[in-house]
Each structure stands twice: as structure tokens, then as C-alpha cells.
């Protein structure tokens, strides 16, 4: 993890066991209280305001589990992760099973954006 993230702890699941980290993320206001949006430097740094976020990392699971933690919680490709399993799958599963799960989880993935943009388009 990086170096602002702490180990929290371990949650366990039917089909898996996730590492749980701390992680401090610093984010900026974009509009102060009378509307504006902060353009000189020393005014957004008076303004820093900080979040604790839990990112969750798969310690060991299903091959289907971890086909799945790939993405991020935000739909992004977790490297780390990527490539520890890139490296390692051919120890635990076959290429084609590997194949079919990525396949599925990616249709599934491609069908929920499909049903969230009609949806958002129906609500105009």
C-alpha cells in the first residue's frame, strides 16, 4: 500500500478474506462559503480537508472473487492486484477457466452501465 495507508485488519467473507487498509485521502473544497470557487493558492490551502477511506485488498478467495477484485471500487483496474494474479493464476486455475470468468464478470459489468445510462436517460 502506500505510505499513507495503515493496515486496519482482515474481514472475512464466505469466498474470501480481504486485508483492510486505512488510507488518509486529501481532497480540496471547490466552493467556499459565499459561492466562489477558490482560485489563489493560499486560500485552498487554509481549506484542506481530510478523509479516511477503507480500501480493501483480496488476501486469498474464489478464483471467481478474485477475478472480481481486478476493479476497483470505482470500476478501475487495480494494479497491484492485476499483476500479482497475472503472475501467479496459472498455479491455482487453467487459462480458460480464467478466460470465461473474466469474460462473464466483464458482460456483467458492460450490462450494468448499459441499464444505469437508460435509466439516466429516461429520467430526463
Known amino acids: 500500500?502506500?505510505?499513507?495507508?495503515?493496515?486496519?485488519g482482515e474481514e472475512e467473507y464466505p469466498d474470501a478474506i480481504y486485508s483492510v487498509y486505512l488510507k488518509k485521502v486529501r481532497y480540496v473544497s471547490p466552493i467556499n462559503d459565499e459561492g466562489?470557487?477558490?482560485?489563489?493558492?493560499?486560500?485552498?490551502q487554509d481549506h484542506l480537508q481530510w478523509e479516511t477511506i477503507r480500501e480493501k485488498v483480496v488476501k486469498a478467495g474464489s478464483l471467481k472473487r478474485i477475478v472480481e477484485s481486478l476493479l476497483d471500487s470505482e470500476g478501475k483496474l487495480d494494479s497491484r492486484q492485476f499483476n500479482i494474479?497475472?503472475?501467479?493464476?496459472?498455479?491455482?486455475?487453467?487459462?480458460?477457466e480464467v478466460l470465461d470468468l473474466i469474460i462473464e464478470?466483464?458482460?456483467?459489468?458492460s450490462n450494468e452501465l448499459l441499464l444505469d445510462s437508460s435509466k439516466k436517460s429516461t429520467e430526463r
Open 85 to 96: 494474479f497475472f503472475t501467479t493464476y496459472r498455479s491455482f486455475a487453467k487459462t480458460e
Open 105 to 109: 464478470w466483464y458482460s456483467c459489468l
Open 36 to 44: 466562489n470557487s477558490f482560485n489563489d493558492k493560499d486560500s485552498t
Open 1 to 8: 500500500m502506500t505510505g499513507s495507508s495503515k493496515y486496519w
